[in-house]
């Protein structure tokens, strides 16, 4: 499955950078994520809880970041296990372009499942895989904005609401 989108985020370049590194800001903005712990150097690991049609695993797992330009680009790759349920790995192509109103984020994403998830069917797993895609970019999209949830589906729960209050403060006072 392959996915290609953009959104303009409000805010400049360097901000939603330092957000995409921020562990916090990213457990709040994956659907579903119970744990992340890491760092963008070393890597994240991560516990995921989602449900795919009838099929309902926990994923643990691990995600790099690689071929880094700062501030513009970056690969991030992840892979994870869900035990009988199966398996994901993938990765997303993110660039950050600055725009009049802050900043385009655009993502490539690349994914790949197997065990019975595979058996749902392609027309199942892309869909899943895209309103996936788009409910971390909308919850990203408004924990960066502050205040704004990004809209839709992706509706920021009470955690990327804490997250929303202190994630900037905590960049500064770095």
Do not use: N
Request: charged share 25%; net charge negative; with cysteine.
């Amino acid at each position: 499955m392959q996915l290609t989108d953009a959104r303009d985020i409000k805010a400049d370049p360097a901000t939603v950078w330092a957000a995409l590194l921020d562990p916090d800001v990213l457990k709040a903005c994956i659907p579903g994520c119970q744990e992340l712990t890491g760092s963008p150097e070393e890597g994240f690991e991560a516990t995921v809880v989602q449900k795919v049609g009838p099929v309902k695993a926990t994923f643990k797992g691990a995600v790099t970041l690689s071929d880094i330009v700062v501030g513009e680009s970056a690969t991030l790759s992840g892979e994870g296990k869900g035990g009988a349920a199966g398996f994901a790995k993938g990765s997303a192509r993110i660039s950050l372009s600055p725009v009049a109103e802050g900043t385009r984020l655009g993502y490539e994403v690349e994914a790949h499942v197997g065990g019975k998830l595979a058996q749902l069917g392609s027309r199942l797993i892309d869909g899943f895989a895209r309103k996936l895609a788009d409910d971390f970019f909308a919850r990203f999209q408004g924990v960066i904005e502050g205040g704004e949830d990004g809209g839709g589906e992706g509706e920021a729960p009470a955690e990327v609401a804490e997250v929303k209050k202190g994630w900037l403060k905590r960049l500064v006072s770095r």
